[in-house]
């Protein structure tokens, strides 16, 4: 069974930089695509940024710039390097796990809390 954990969110002022990490347990095999996504109060939940099991990445045009999404498949970890964090970045972030088989199947995290504020 694949699990994800996040870690890494807080409070940190505007301009400030958070490092995001998604530790996956359990075995991954085959193609596969990481992503975080963000919720904010009252919003829907949106797409940050992935990564394929190839290294390509892809980014919302909100973060495109300020983050940047990597992996280390040694560690089995993502990370998402957020710099110059502004207060809309305020959300829960989770990690995702898609495998593109048929039917698709994704695993989620049960999120971390980052806060913008001064």
């Known amino acids: 069974q694949v699990q994800l954990v996040e870690s890494g969110g807080g409070l940190v002022q505007p301009g400030g930089s958070l490092r995001l990490s998604c530790a996956v347990s359990g075995s991954i095999v085959g193609i596969y695509v990481m992503g975080w996504y963000r919720q904010a109060p009252g919003k829907e939940r949106e797409w940050v940024a992935t990564i394929t099991d190839t290294g390509i990445t892809d980014y919302a045009n909100s973060v495109k710039g300020r983050f940047a999404i990597s992996s280390d498949n040694a560690r089995n970890t993502v990370i998402l390097q957020m710099n110059s964090l502004k207060p809309e970045d305020t959300a829960v972030y989770y990690c995702?796990?898609?495998?593109?088989?048929?039917?698709?199947?994704?695993?989620w995290g049960q999120g971390t809390q980052v806060t913008v504020s001064s």
């Open positions: 995702r796990l898609l495998k593109p088989t048929r039917p698709p199947v994704t695993y």
